[in-house]
């Protein structure tokens, strides 16, 4: 009997939206036009679609594919096409996307004339050959998981009873039930037809990377190397994912029928993911070495002998420290956020998620100021002329951050008239809240940037350049804030979105849904479009001008 679903025609915006916002961060964000092809350049962009793309390979989501909850009232369930094909699209179509769109982000070329290459290029002239193997040891193994559970019967869930103890002053109890599974042959359909798309995605990637046109100013030798470092990142990922198919193949497998009594199961499987996983974080690409650049991509000696100064490398060592500051509210975060909740009066929904999203901005501006703070106390003088940059602010991160405004205004907004429609109280208030206060802790970093002393003894424009540094993170810092903000918002308050835009409309009409997955779907891209600011790289300390290129320029 084939399988029928009818995925909503939304649904299919969530991706389209995820992949415009991937491109243009890795094209105007990652690798502006003005960058130019440099080592340094291409080595930044393949790196950010290897974190990209491993952002968008998670499986954590699809891990209880096929299994029915014993609890009927708990959500996300995934037995039905409806919830299977999207918890698998997202995670296998999403890697392969990000890593085909590194490749059509790379620069076109620049010269009115080019040269030619004769020679034509294979993929197995850059594929990196020990992970090759390992990568198809990883398909088959996981291949054989799937196909196992083909042969594998389904059995309905038992609702969960507890029992009192044998004697009447016993106080032990016994809990019976337990969870039960779709048929086995639906799981490996599934499952297999995943592992299929991943393996034919890999292979006209890896044609896409083999095929790509050279990159002028790099030589043959260097652009060879490029091609490896980006297949050693796609089939990293893949092999990852494949692991991770596995593993939910496992986890259907170890389930046992609580018709029969058993209770208990491990996950064999689940380990040899965690160590695919470990080998594959291990398993590091090659790196491009400094190939010749022209004059239009040397910088200046000057600016060259900047990056040297001590005040310089102060402000890049605080570049550091603002991944370990974001991570600290991870741990601590929780346990606070709820007790805001709780002094304040709202639920923990809104102030969980929220109240670290908002912790973690507040301790990364606060290292932004303090790294301020210190640069003028070990080098500013009052004699020295302060300078500013002409653009503080390079255009495409200013773009970001007046959208996520206008993101955050509008589902703020939206989120008040549905929860003023449901009478469920004011839910929006934390985010907006905590949004505020966010905003209010960038001002002390914004002003001690503009006010900090000047450098004496700094080459020609290096003062201008940290302060563009320091406001560069700044805003990026309340873009990512306010983007995660609208996330939270969208993941919490779904049904306010369906109080105002309507579930009919949407082709979903039951009331008793907790969750409303237009607006979930939102949601995770936005929270995937946060993350992706939090991490937009600073541009160099300073940039020249490219070289006007002559009218002709003939190749050799």
Known sequence: MPVQFNLPPL????????AVVVYVVLRWVIWPPRTGTTPSSVSEHALWVGVIGWLASSLQGAMNLGIIPADHSAGGTLTSAETIAPALTWSVLGCLTVHALGQITCPGPRRLRRQAVLSVRHIGDFLPR?????????????????????????????????????????????????DGRIPGQEVAGWLGGALVILAGGTWLVLWLIASRRQLETLDAADNAVLRTIAMNRLLRTVATVAAG??????????????????????????LAGTVVLLVMWWWRPPRLAAAGLGVRNRPEAGIAAGRQHPAARLVSSLGALLGPAAAVPLLAG???????????????????????????AAAVLLVITAGELL????????????????????????????????????????????????????????????????????????????????????????????????VHRVVRTLAAALTAQAAVLLLTQSNAWAAVLGR??????????????????????????????????????ARPAPAPLPRKEISA
């Open 375 to 470: 640069l003028q106390h070990n080098y500013g003088t009052p004699d020295a002329p302060r300078g500013w940059p002409r653009q503080p602010v390079s255009p495409a991160l200013l773009t970001t951050a007046v959208l996520a405004l206008l993101v955050f205004l509008i589902v703020l907004i939206v989120t008040a008239v549905g929860n003023a429609r449901l009478a469920e109280g004011q839910a929006w208030v934390p985010s907006g809240l905590l949004a505020a206060g966010v905003c209010a802790a960038a001002l002390p970093a914004l002003v001690t940037a503009k006010r900090r002393r000047g450098i004496p003894d700094a080459p020609a424009g290096l003062d201008a350049a940290l302060r563009a540094i320091t």
């Open 334 to 360: 929780a346990f606070f956020a709820q007790a805001l909740a709780v002094a304040t009066g709202y639920g923990f929904a809104g102030f969980g998620l929220a109240g670290v999203a908002a912790l973690m």
């Open 245 to 270: 198919l596995g593993v939910i193949a496992g986890n259907f497998a170890a389930r046992p029928d609580p018709a029969q009594g058993a209770t208990s199961w491990t996950n064999p499987a689940g």
């Open 504 to 541: 009919a409309a949407f082709g979903w009409t039951d009331p008793a849904e907790s969750s409303w997955w237009p607006a979930i779907t939102a949601g995770a891209v936005l929270g995937v479009a946060a993350t992706v600011i939090a991490v937009i790289p600073v541009r160099a300390l």
């Open 11 to 18: 649904l299919l915006l969530g991706p389209l939206l995820a």
């Open 130 to 178: 020990r992970l090759a193997l390992t990568t198809a040891a990883i398909f088959l193994t996981a291949a054989a998981a799937i196909a196992r559970t083909a042969t594998l019967p389904g059995f309905p869930a038992v609702a969960t009873t507890t029992v009192p103890g044998d004697s009447p002053d016993s106080d032990s109890y016994f809990s019976g039930g337990g």
